[in-house]
Structure formats: C-alpha cells, structure tokens
C-alpha cells in the first residue's frame, strides 16, 4: 500500500464520520418535523367540531337577533300608540276635565261665599 492509498482511506473515513456526524441532527429535525405534524393534524381533529359548534351557535344567535328585532320593533310601534292615545286623551277628554273642574271649584267657592254670608246675615256661627 502506498501513501496515496493510506490517505485515500483516510480521507473516506473522515468523510464517512462527517456525514454520520451531520445525520444525527438530521434524524432529529425529522423527527420534529413528524410531532410537529402530528400535532398539527390533533390541532386539527379538535378544531373543526369546535368551529362547527361555533358556526351553529353564531347561525341559532342570529336567529335569535332577528326575533328580538321583531319585539323591538313591535314595542315601539306599542309605544307610538300609547302616546298617540294619551295625546288623544289629553286632547279630548283633559282640557274639558280640567275645565269642569275649574267650573266646579268656582261654583263651590262661590256657595261657599254665599252660605258664609247667609250665615252671617242670620246670625250664625261662621267657622
């Protein structure tokens, strides 16, 4: 054997520790590679029931919204008549009260004055 065989060995066995040198962290990385996308398909199978779940809740809220936006919208129409009717009461019914009542308390005071003064005139006690 010469001394180009022996460094011809030499050479190929460093070369043969360098690539088993750098397979290591290879093996590892892979090995990161497969849990990471074991993780991600786990990730995944729990994902989709729980986004199914939410797409069904936001879909039945809607629903919901759009029943409570039929009694909002009936209370206020509700409540239009219910001022409507209590302008109309105002209207028709408070000025000619408060009129009779006006009226009333006018003619009382005014018995109220004559009896006092009837009273007085007979010689009562006016208390």
């Known amino acids: 054997m010469s001394a180009g065989d022996v460094a011809g060995l ?13 397979a290591v962290p290879l093996v590892k990385l892979g090995r990161a590679f497969d849990e990471t996308s074991r993780s991600i398909r786990e990730l995944t199978e729990h994902s989709v029931p729980i986004l199914d779940e939410a797409a069904t809740t936001v879909a039945s809220t809607n629903e919901q919204l759009v029943k409570v936006d039929t009694i909002t919208t009936s ?53």
Do not use: C, H, M
């Not at 030499?10 to 750098?22: K, Q």
């Not at 109220?112 to 003064?117: I, K, N």
């Open 10 to 22: 030499v050479a190929a066995f460093a070369f043969v520790l360098l690539v088993g040198f750098l």
């Open 75 to 127: 209370a206020a129409e509700v409540s239009e008549n219910v001022s409507a009717l209590t302008g109309l009461y105002a209207s028709t019914l408070g000025r000619p009260l408060i009129k009779v009542a006006a009226f009333s308390y006018g003619v009382r005071q005014a018995f109220g004055t004559a009896w006092r003064r009837q009273s007085a005139d007979d010689g009562g006690d006016v208390r």
